[in-house]
């Protein structure tokens, strides 16, 4: 079955300074995704970022960028720039490439971004 | 951006007593999926939807739950049968395709309270 590990369930960081969020996962298959999803204190979830497991490139999204290391099954996001809005739980998340595509989710980051 | 609708957004009801979670998918959407969210656990995958019928549920998903989808907008999520432990966020999500750009959308959740 697959699992994901996040190791670092609080996080502070500066204002404007960089942080890396890590998350490890463990599956047999070969095609699936990565996901990060930040939930802020109103408890929406929402997509930060997307990586495909066939895809050699590290997925981007403005601040926001990803080092996955498929071999190492390691899957971190690495936040640049830090804002106070970017204070929240994020969470790592798994599916499989088939016709469901559920989430199997670790257990999250608290980040706090300080001023 | 299209928005994934729950209500209510709190439920308070009493050990035994049925709740239904209401939900009200992106229009063109076809697969739909409930999750919940133990304070300070994992996010869980409860059940996904598609073509009228369950495609998978997990071992939470038994007997004390159902999903329904009466009228083709709402997709529902029944307990029968309220435990203490019921008590979560309960996240619904819709996606419209499979394919691999397709973003899943989450609502904002109804937090169930049973005492």
């Known amino acids: 079955a697959q699992t994901v590990t996040q190791s670092q369930p609080e996080m502070s960081v500066q204002e404007a300074e960089t942080v890396t969020l890590s998350c490890t996962y463990d599956?047999?298959?070969?095609?699936?995704?990565l996901f990060w999803y930040k939930q802020p204190p109103s408890r929406q979830m929402i997509l930060v970022i997307r990586?495909?497991?066939?895809k050699q490139q590290n997925a981007t999204e403005n601040r926001f960028s990803v080092n996955f290391q498929k071999a190492a099954k390691s899957f971190s996001l690495k936040i640049s720039d830090s804002q106070l809005g970017d204070t929240a739980m994020y969470f790592c998340?798994?599916?499989?490439?088939?016709?469901?595509?559920?989430?199997?989710w670790g257990l999250g980051t608290s980040l706090a971004v300080n001023p | 951006e299209p928005e994934v609708t729950q209500t209510p957004s709190h439920q308070v009801t009493q050990m035994g007593q049925e709740v239904i979670l209401r939900c009200v998918p992106i229009?063109?959407?076809?697969?739909f999926y409930w999750y919940r969210q133990i304070l300070g656990q994992k996010v869980e995958f409860l059940v996904s939807?598609?073509?009228?019928?369950?495609?998978?549920k997990s071992e939470i998903f038994d007997d004390q739950f159902s999903v329904e989808r009466p009228d083709g907008s709402n997709f529902t999520l029944k307990i029968r049968s309220t435990k203490l432990e019921d008590s979560a966020m309960y996240f619904c999500?819709?996606?419209?395709?499979?394919?691999?750009?397709?973003?899943?959308?989450f609502g904002s959740g109804t937090q169930l309270s049973v005492l």
């Open positions: 599956t047999s298959e070969n095609n699936y995704y």
């Open positions: 999500a819709s996606r419209r395709l499979m394919a691999t750009n397709e973003k899943l959308f």
């Open positions: 998340a798994f599916s499989h490439a088939g016709n469901n595509r559920k989430l199997i």
């Open positions: 229009s063109n959407h076809l697969y």
């Open positions: 939807f598609y073509n009228n019928e369950i495609s998978e």
């Open positions: 990586q495909e497991a066939y």
